[in-house]
């Protein structure tokens, strides 16, 4: 067994990650001293119930001599948590996010981040619909994927500054990633941004329809509308700031998607059966490919916990 | 315990539906005899080998004095199907169905349904993503709400005919509704028919984005777009069928879906928080609803055994 990847860690925010870091940390050993920072004094006095860590009333005391500064707050707050922290990072220290969206992240915290503090983004490819300190749990990040986009061509202390943060994500059980943000940004548009965008707007849909009432679609979600409203429960305001701050990536692919949606349209609209099946069949395939890669629920971990948790 | 629903079923067609139907009738002891019949050879050899019940060659076997037959083929085949079984159906049997949209589905049915036949159109609203005999299984309509849309004012034999074939559902475990066809396509086309088209629109998109390879929308789609592909792994020729056939319904649906997603594209290429978090916020409140409902998984069941039996 290896030692722990760092001596003392910070999580600024208490929500599903970051409470999920500090289950998953503790649970490995991955760093011997683990220390979190809400905000909001109400979460404090949560995170402090579950025994997540030392949970501390300001900035400076968690970051105080941490060796990584996890930044586990919405991509609109990264800015002034960098700021907020700024003077209390060690040389030498590592600090790093959970954003969805990497550019922006990366920009946000290059503007306040001191010099000597590497700045390594990330994002792991995990969660559930569930928000708060109470949600997070150990083993949110097995088996996922945890995107690391460092900066390019950096001295030797930043490389294995990366190193060592991929090794304490690997002792979480995540497999790492390294990419460049701006491809993350493109890549995670469709497979994470759009899917959301989407099912918040058919929640949104259904809850207009007078001519059904609200409690027809309850009722009879079961036949598909239920799997969408999962996806819709997520943090309202995470989903905000990520929509805000991945707008070019997110406005191309949701254009793809309506000219897409529009030909459907007109298939429907004209009879037009053999354009439909072959779409439909096109489908098909890209989920048997994910089976086969693996990357069904098995192994990655969006709303893994939700039949079992959900009351 | 009650006695058998029906002496003898007849089921036309062996898929994921028609083999549930034999299963759980089987293991309820809801009817005594009970018969399927296939168009495809390869689906009755298969049928046969799953010990389902008696696997008849024509569908003159399969109908005769039968008290119910369920015809548990895509909307499009409706027609034909009860053709093919018109001349062989008793008098005083119940024709029902399992198809997702109802107005037509009557229509189909009532073309060529003889006189003395009770014709009950039916609607379950449960299912997977998987299709063929082998995916059927005796749960699939346990506590899930089985949809009849009866004939308005009938005289006092159908309306216990009625009774007779609810019985047979609720010994299935199901809930029964009775609702008016042109109803249950509205409803459906909103909880149903649109969620599934745009799932299998989303992952048609992702599998055209070149600027993103088709490796990486698999590698990371545990971010949202996996839960899409699930629902988009449905039997093409039944959905094909739902949509040419729900056409108005849907098409309905798809315009105020397409209204509000072009307003959450504004409010992105705005930069309008405000707005995204007002939609966000209410997508919220309806899964709430539908958890407090206990419509969720633990009650429906579209997708219930997707864990357990995906290899």
């Given at each position: 067994?290896?030692?722990?990847?760092?001596?003392?860690?910070?999580?600024?925010?208490?929500?599903?990650?970051?409470?999920?870091?500090?289950?998953a940390?503790?649970?490995?050993?991955?760093?011997?001293?683990?220390?979190?920072?809400?905000?909001?004094?109400?979460?404090?006095?949560?995170?402090?119930?579950?025994?997540?860590?030392?949970?501390?009333?300001?900035?400076?005391?968690?970051?105080?001599?941490?060796?990584?500064?996890?930044?586990?707050?919405?991509?609109?707050?990264?800015?002034?948590?960098?700021?907020?922290?700024?003077?209390?990072?060690?040389?030498?220290?590592?600090?790093?996010?959970?954003?969805?969206?990497?550019?922006?992240?990366?920009?946000?915290?290059?503007?306040?981040?001191?010099?000597?503090?590497?700045?390594?983004?990330?994002?792991?490819?995990?969660?559930?619909?569930?928000?708060?300190?109470?949600?997070?749990?150990?083993?949110?990040f097995?088996?996922?994927?945890?995107?690391?986009?460092?900066?390019?061509?950096?001295?030797?202390?930043?490389?294995?500054?990366?190193?060592?943060?991929?090794?304490?994500w690997?002792m979480l059980g995540a497999?790492?990633?390294?990419?460049?943000?701006?491809?993350?940004?493109?890549?995670?548009?469709?497979?994470?941004?759009?899917?959301?965008?989407?099912?918040?707007?058919?929640?949104?849909?259904?809850?207009?329809?007078?001519?059904?009432?609200?409690?027809?679609?309850?009722?009879?979600?079961?036949?598909?509308?239920?799997?969408?409203?999962?996806?819709?429960?997520?943090?309202?305001?995470?989903?905000?700031?990520?929509?805000?701050?991945?707008?070019?990536?997110?406005?191309?692919?949701?254009?793809?998607?309506?000219?897409?949606?529009?030909?459907?349209?007109?298939?429907?609209?004209?009879?037009?059966?053999?354009?439909?099946?072959?779409?439909?069949?096109?489908?098909?395939?890209?989920?048997?490919?994910?089976?086969?890669?693996?990357?069904?629920?098995?192994?990655?971990?969006?709303?893994?916990?939700?039949?079992?948790?959900?009351?």
């Open positions: 067994m290896a030692g722990p990847a760092f001596e003392k860690i910070a999580i600024m925010g208490a929500g599903l990650i970051g409470s999920s870091i500090a289950h940390a503790r649970e490995a050993g991955a760093a011997r001293h683990v220390v979190l920072y809400d905000s909001s004094e109400d979460v404090r006095t949560r995170a402090a119930g579950l025994g997540l860590g030392d949970v501390v009333g300001t900035p400076a005391e968690a970051c105080q001599d941490a060796g990584a500064i996890f930044l586990c707050v919405p991509v609109g707050a990264i800015a002034e948590t960098t700021q907020a922290i700024a003077p209390h990072m060690s040389r030498g220290a590592i600090l790093t996010d959970v954003g969805s969206v990497k550019e922006s992240a990366l920009s946000a915290m290059q503007d306040h981040c001191p010099a000597g503090v590497h700045l390594i983004p990330g994002h792991p490819i995990a969660g559930t619909e569930k928000s708060g300190p109470e949600a997070g749990f150990a083993t949110l097995r088996n996922a994927w945890h995107i690391l986009t460092p900066l390019p061509a950096q001295e030797e202390t930043y490389n294995s500054a990366v190193d060592r943060l991929a090794g304490f690997e497999k790492v990633e390294i990419m460049d943000a701006a491809r993350h940004d493109r890549v995670l548009a469709i497979t994470s941004h759009l899917p959301h965008l989407i099912a918040y707007n058919i929640v949104s849909t259904a809850y207009d329809m007078e001519s059904v009432g609200e409690g027809e679609v309850v009722k009879y979600s079961a036949g598909g509308f239920r799997d969408f409203t999962r996806i819709a429960a997520s943090d309202p305001v995470m989903w905000r700031d990520v929509f805000l701050n991945n707008k070019d990536a997110v406005l191309e692919t949701l254009g793809r998607f309506s000219e897409d949606l529009a030909a459907l349209q007109r298939a429907i609209r004209w009879g037009d059966g053999d354009t439909l099946m072959r779409e439909f069949e096109r489908a098909r395939g890209i989920r048997k490919a994910i089976i086969e890669a693996g990357q069904d629920s098995a192994v990655a971990n969006f709303g893994r916990n939700s039949d079992e948790t959900e009351t």
